[in-house]
Antibody, heavy 113, light 106 residues
Framework: EVQLVESGGGLVQPGRSLKLSCAAS????????MAWVRQAPKKGLEWVAT????????YYRDSVKGRFTISRDNAKSTLYLQMDSLRSEDTATYYC??????WGQGVMVTVSS | DIQMTQSPPSLSASLGDKVTITCQAS??????IAWYQQKPGKAPRQLIR???TLVSGTPSRFSGSGSGRDYSFSISNVESEDIASYYC????????FGGGTKLELK
């Protein structure tokens, strides 16, 4: 059974950093591109970033370019999202996803002073 | 970047109705569109991929169609468990979600 479990969320002040993790199981992690998607409270879904199966290519939405870094450790079957210079508008539930078909349960990130 | 315009933002239906949601892409997306259902507090659930392919476990009352820039998603015979928000996603060039449609009971 495919499982994706996010962790690392919480309350953080504006301008600070946070690193999210997504532990994958039930499939060969290194075979798949992975993505982060977020959803602000009471808002719609928003793609954040994608990383290729081998980590060689990364893609970001414009509003997080230069602040967020997506990475992966295929040996640990884990996806990461390093979030720096956080802003209040980054407040959201963050989901990791595999090919759009499988999603984690989400982790909440609140950016507030 | 590809933009996805989803309509309507909200929809009111009676049990047994047929409802249709549309998504228009800012450019041809070559049928690379998926549709999702999301209930409050839950992760999105993929119902349809590649325009019209039902994902395993998706009831047959759900359907999708379209080509080029214009796509639609329908639920025939709406059931109470279908009350949720629905999103389209283009994955022809990175990912872009539509704004969502909230389906409510009339």
């Amino acid at each position: 059974e495919v499982q994706l479990v996010e962790s690392g969320g919480g309350l953080v002040q504006p301008g600070r950093s946070l690193k999210l993790s997504c532990a994958a199981s039930g499939f060969t992690f290194s075979d798949y591109n992975m993505a982060w998607v977020r959803q602000a409270p009471k808002k719609g879904l928003e793609w954040v970033a994608t990383i290729s199966y081998d980590g060689s290519s990364t893609y970001y939405r414009d509003s997080v370019k230069g602040r967020f870094t997506i990475s992966r450790d295929n040996a640990k079957s884990t996806l990461y999202l390093q979030m720096d210079s956080l802003r209040s508008e980054d407040t959201a539930t963050y989901y990791c996803a595999r090919t759009g078909r499988y999603w984690g349960q989400g982790v909440m990130v609140t950016v507030s002073s | 970047d590809i933009q996805m315009t989803q309509s309507p933002p909200s929809l009111s239906a009676s049990l047994g109705d047929k409802v249709t949601i549309t998504c228009q892409a800012s450019q041809n997306i070559n049928k690379y569109i998926a549709w999702y259902q999301q209930k409050p507090g839950k992760a999105p659930r993929q119902l349809i991929r590649y325009t019209s392919t039902l994902v395993s476990g998706t009831p047959s009352r759900f359907s999708g169609s379209g080509s080029g820039r214009d796509y639609s998603f329908s639920i025939s015979n709406v059931e109470s468990e279908d009350i949720a928000s629905y999103y389209c996603l283009q994955y022809d060039n990175l990912w872009t979600f539509g704004g969502g449609t909230k389906l409510e009971l009339k």
